[in-house]
Structures are given as C-alpha cells and as structure tokens.
C-alpha cells in the first residue's frame, strides 16, 4: 500500500516554528508506523530524527502522537491507522528535535515519588515472601514502561507543569499497596502536595493512552482513596 506520513518537524536550534513535511512510502498493512519512520530516515531523509529502542513494546522509548492519539510506534499498524498518517511528538515535554523530546521534567516527577523499595528490616535469607493476594494489589502498576504516553495526554498536566501526573502516580501506587515496602506514608505525602493527586480531574485520557492497557485512571483513584483513609 502507498503511504502518506506527514510529520511535524521541528529543529529548535534552526527552526523559529514547528513545520509539516509529507513523505510517501511504500508499505505492507502489517508494517508499524516505527518501520515507516525508520525507512523514511533510512531511504528518504535522515535528518529526520526518532527515538526507539526495542521496537516491541517494552522500552516506551518511542511515544508519539499518531493521528492525533498518543501511541507507540512500534505497536501502530498502518491497517489499522490508515494510509494517511499524520505524527507529532508527544505534548507537554520540550522538543529536543522532531519526534525526541526531553524526558527530564517527566523523570523527575517519576524520581519525586520513590519509586523504590523501602524496608530497612534486616534482609532475611531467602525473598520476602508475599502472598498471590497481596501481589494483586499492586500487579496491574508493574506493567508500566514509562513511555509518558499517559501524562502527556493529560488536559491536567498540559495545563501545570507541575502537577506529578499519571506515570508517577502509577508508579508510587506500586510500592504504595506493596506489602513488604515501608514507605507508603512518606509517598503519600508527597502525593497530598497540591500538585499531587488532587490535580486529577478524572479526564481519562491517561487510561485510553496507555499501550499496556493498564487502568490508570483507577489506580490513582485508589491511591487518592489511601490518603483520605490515612487521614481518617
Ligand atoms: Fe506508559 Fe501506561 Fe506507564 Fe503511563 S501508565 S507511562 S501510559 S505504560
Ligand atoms: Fe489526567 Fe488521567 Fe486524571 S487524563 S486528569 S490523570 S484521569
Ligand atoms: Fe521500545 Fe517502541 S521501541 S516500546
């Protein structure tokens, strides 16, 4: 099938604008918009520039705004976005150049919430076992990739930079409803900041972004649950 991609460049060092430039391709119907842009930098242009890692949806290395929705690259068939394709960065984050933005601001919102374990018992011989019930409560935030497909589609951060956003709050609520971590008061805290929790307005676009199909909007739905019952 022929291919139209047309995709907003952007180079801030020489360009006072973003601007669109089309590319026609060749493809199959089973290609991913990630071969197209890759054949296109390849073959057509290689001053265009893309970022990816794994090119199976692992990584989140390579979200984008497809036709106007953020999605992978590398998991967007061109069967099922069409023959005409428009693909933009992913918004609130600044433009590095094209299709790469600058995932610091989102990082550090991620780094803000201690996405780590905290136990400082002393560290018995074997694993510290949990039950499969126990597990489940926090199973469906694992599957995050950090691909920042959801906070940049949320109209709550577009509007505060600040505001912690979907990724980090999925990310907390992984150590949060663990039961072997000891830091659940101290990350609530941080996430009852007036540029927490509370900034979620319920959009759910965060939750129809994500590739992993993880509940987002759910997820911080319990987490704001936990910090009214800690209050209680
Ligand atoms: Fe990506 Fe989903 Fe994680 Fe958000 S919650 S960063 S959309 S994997
Ligand atoms: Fe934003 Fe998702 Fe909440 S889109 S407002 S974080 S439900
Ligand atoms: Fe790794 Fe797409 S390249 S998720």
Not at 13 to 35: C, F, G, H, M, N
Not at 180 to 201: F, M, N, Y
Request: charged share 25%; with cysteine.
């Amino acid at each position: 099938m022929k291919v139209t991609v047309k995709i907003q460049r952007f180079n801030p060092e020489q360009d006072s604008a973003p601007y669109w430039k089309e590319y026609s391709i060749d493809a199959e119907p089973t290609d991913r918009v990630l071969d197209g842009l890759l054949h296109i930098k390849n073959t057509i242009d290689g001053t265009l520039t893309i970022r990816s890692s794994c090119a199976h949806g692992i990584c989140g290395s390579d979200a984008m705004r497809i036709n106007g929705v953020n999605r992978l690259a590398c998991k967007s068939l061109f069967k099922d976005v069409g023959t005409t394709v428009t693909v933009e960065p992913i918004a609130g984050l600044p433009v590095i150049k094209d299709l790469v933005v600058d995932m610091e601001p989102f990082m550090e919102h991620y780094r803000a919430v201690l996405p780590f374990f905290i136990n400082d018992d002393p560290a018995p011989q074997t694993e510290r076992l949990q039950s499969h019930e126990d597990h489940q409560r926090f199973d469906e935030s694992t599957k995050c990739i950090l691909c920042a497909c959801c906070t940049t589609s949320c109209p709550s951060f577009w509007a505060n930079e600040d505001y912690l956003g979907p990724a980090a709050i999925v990310q907390a609520h992984r150590f949060i409803f663990d039961s072997r971590d000891h830091g659940t008061a101290q990350r609530l805290e941080i996430l009852s900041d007036p540029d927490g929790v509370w900034r979620c307005r319920t959009i759910f676009n965060c939750t129809d972004a994500c590739p992993r199909e993880i509940k987002v909007t759910q997820v911080i739905g319990e987490v704001k649950k936990e910090i009214l019952y800690s209050k209680l």
